[in-house]
RNA sequence: GUGGGUGUAGUUCAGCUGGAUAGAGCGCCAGAUUGUGGCUCUGGAAGUCGUGGGUUCAAAUCCCAUCACCCACCCCA
């Protein structure tokens, strides 16, 4: 073949689009229930707004991100995550100055990524997020989650493991930071390379490292839920009770530091254990500076992002059941002598809100009859010469075998008593 | 970005210690069944053997490069 896709991104043929209008649906239900709103941002963004906010030291910047220049010199990203363009959409709009919170969400939204694609991980993904403004407690961060969970279980997936962190605020981690670093400077020597360069550039990132050598030493640094401030203390015991009282089980995992500079207080991610597929399926927390470092008000803020190929590939993995939405109704089987008749039938039986399908390819009588049983159709309507001569159609219902002969002008009525 | 594996019909794969017209299942099309599907049987279409170069009398098979996918690391959704 000539052409073919870029390097890590993912047609979605039209045999597999209902699986991911399937999720979307659920999405869009769950979403409304919990009283958000759907929010769309444009796939392109300055790439300042993501050097402000994501930070200019995280490995999403500093190697992953799509930056060109447009033509008029105007330095340009592809979105590498969803929050930073909706915090820019608040802000240009002033949705500040509504009544707190707001609660948004966005779905099907492309997100790009410079990165070695593997399965679960492309260039280009899908992320659904949600986003909420102007809600300080911690009982918001609790409905992120617990509307992230309740996703993964209306599409079928199960074994998944909560894990959540605080990682303080502009307040208290600086006095962490030193602590740690202080740690790590004195055993400097046992470290790996990448974390040897690490402590530079961003010491707490070495507590995410994979290497043994790196988490014995981890294992014995400071905490920082051992150096919160009063505050950030407070709103992490209140998550865990929120948690604790809707019953949702979860881990605090003193490791979890999030790729991305905006986090402060709480982090979380919810991990898959799925055979074969193993990894973060949603990651999210709170980043209370951020509206503040891009040049807007003091107004915290929360939210999550969640992967749809992740998403997907998981629940497959999980051998969840999709449903297949469409399912062709009446298939209109024409003797060449009425294709015209059949024709205006399909169109007349659309009309009254029936799902049908009429042969455009010239397929014989029988094989249109064997290409209506391949779609699934539960009636054949049945348009020979004689019926044609009678004013009438048959319709055979593929499920019993049953045909019936009814009048041209009352087949639709008669089609929706069978499909009853 | 680092290390390893794999690329053969639409698809899943066989063939690979070099040898003649490159095979199978599923799928697709047609017929058996001259107005009636599923099962069965018969036939058919479909492949620059990922791409480019090299070795050789001869390459799907060996060598090099390149592209893509998969796995691990890194990072993340």
Redesign the pocket.
């Known amino acids: 073949?000539?052409y073919?896709a870029p390097?890590?991104t993912k047609d979605v043929t039209p045999k597999e689009s209902y699986k991911w209008q399937y999720i979307e649906d659920i999405i869009r239900e769950i979403c409304d229930k919990y009283g958000f709103s759907e929010t769309r941002t444009p796939v392109i963004e300055h790439t300042e707004l993501f050097l402000r906010s994501v930070g200019d030291t995280?490995?999403?910047v500093q190697k992953?991100m799509y930056t060109f220049l447009d033509k008029g010199d105007r330095s340009i990203t592809l979105k590498p995550?969803g929050t930073a363009g909706v915090a820019r959409m608040f802000m240009e709009h002033g949705l500040f100055n509504d009544a707190q919170p707001t609660k948004m969400y966005y779905l099907y939204c492309p997100v790009f990524?410079y990165?070695?694609?593997?399965?679960?991980?492309?260039r280009e993904?899908h992320?659904f997020g949600v986003e909420v403004y102007g809600a300080p407690r911690a009982s918001v961060d609790a409905e992120c989650i617990a509307l992230a969970l309740e996703l993964f279980e209306r599409v079928g997936i199960h074994g998944l493991c909560v894990n959540i962190n605080s990682i303080g605020c502009p307040q208290c981690r600086p006095i962490y930071n030193a602590a740690l670093a202080d740690y790590l400077r004195a055993n400097y020597d046992g470290l790996c390379e990448?974390c040897k360069s690490r402590f530079e550039k961003n010491p707490l990132?070495i507590l995410?490292?994979?290497?043994q050598r790196c988490k014995d030493i981890c294992a014995g640094a400071p905490m920082i839920t051992d150096y919160l401030c009063e505050d950030c203390s407070a709103h992490f015991d209140e998550l865990k009770g929120c948690l604790n009282s809707l019953d949702i089980s979860y881990k605090v995992d003193p490791f979890i530091v999030?790729?991305?500079d905006y986090y402060t207080k709480t982090v979380f991610?919810i991990i898959a254990n799925s055979n074969g597929y193993s990894?973060?399926?949603?990651?999210g927390g709170r980043y209370d500076c951020l509206m503040e470092q891009l040049g807007g008000p003091k107004l915290p803020g929360v939210g999550f992002?969640?992967?749809m190929?992740?998403l997907l590939l998981t629940a497959e993995l999980c051998g969840a059941f999709i449903p297949q939405q469409r399912q062709v109704e009446v298939y209109v089987a024409a003797?060449d002598a009425a294709r015209v008749a059949g024709f205006v039938l399909a169109a007349q039986l659309r009309k009254a809100g029936i799902k049908t399908e009429f042969d455009h390819v010239g397929?014989?009588?029988?094989?249109q009859?064997?290409?209506a049983?391949?779609l699934n159709a539960r009636i054949v309507a049945?348009?020979?010469e004689?019926?044609l001569r009678d004013d009438r159609v048959?319709l055979?219902n593929?499920?019993n075998?049953e045909?019936k002969s009814v009048e041209l002008l009352s087949a639709a009525q008669s089609i929706k008593e069978i499909l009853a």
Request: proline share 2%; aromatic share 4%.
């Open positions: 073949m000539q073919q390097k890590g995280t490995d999403v992953e995550e990524r990165d070695k694609p593997q399965a679960g991980r492309l993904h992320q990448t990132r995410d490292c994979k290497e999030r790729g991305l991610e990894g973060t399926v949603c990651g992002g969640l992967g190929e992740r003797a397929r014989s009588f029988k094989a009859f064997k290409y049983d391949k049945i348009l020979g004689d019926e048959k055979k593929m499920q075998g045909e």
